[in-house]
């Protein structure tokens, strides 16, 4: 199967800046679509971002759009989350998610899920 490790969480201050990574192993060549989600308590699991094998398509949430940006590297393979001018609403917990083929738009039902890394912005 598919492992999924996030890494690089922590706490910064509102307008610094943060680089998620998610090492994936197992079955890595089967992984079309890499994404990023983010929670926090009481709250539903948000999409952040999503990018396909070749890199050059992606999407993100609008309120993520110019500030955040999705990577991903196949040789190793990990996907980044570069986050920029982060504020005090950034803060959750994040993961990143794995699907073996293309996803539509707003279809977030990911087959492979890592376990999180917590991401806080003070203010």
């Known amino acids: 199967q598919v492992q999924l490790i996030e890494s690089g969480g922590g706490l910064v201050q509102a307008g610094g800046s943060l680089r998620l990574s998610c090492a994936a192993s197992?079955?890595?060549?089967?992984?079309?679509?890499l994404g990023w989600f983010r929670q926090t308590p009481g709250k539903e699991r948000e999409f952040v971002a999503q990018?396909?094998?070749?890199?050059?398509?992606?999407y993100y949430a609008d309120s993520v759009k110019g500030r955040f940006t999705i990577s991903r590297d196949n040789a190793k393979p990990t996907t980044y989350l570069q986050m920029d001018v982060l504020s005090p609403e950034d803060t959750a917990v994040y993961y990143c998610?794995?699907?073996?083929?293309?996803?539509?738009?707003?279809?977030?039902?990911?087959?492979?899920w890592g376990q999180g890394t917590q991401v806080t912005v003070s203010s």
């Open positions: 998610a794995a699907h073996p083929w293309k996803l539509r738009i707003g279809q977030y039902d990911y087959a492979y």
């Open positions: 197992g079955r890595t060549f089967t992984l079309y679509t």
């Open positions: 990018i396909t094998w070749s890199g050059g398509s992606t």
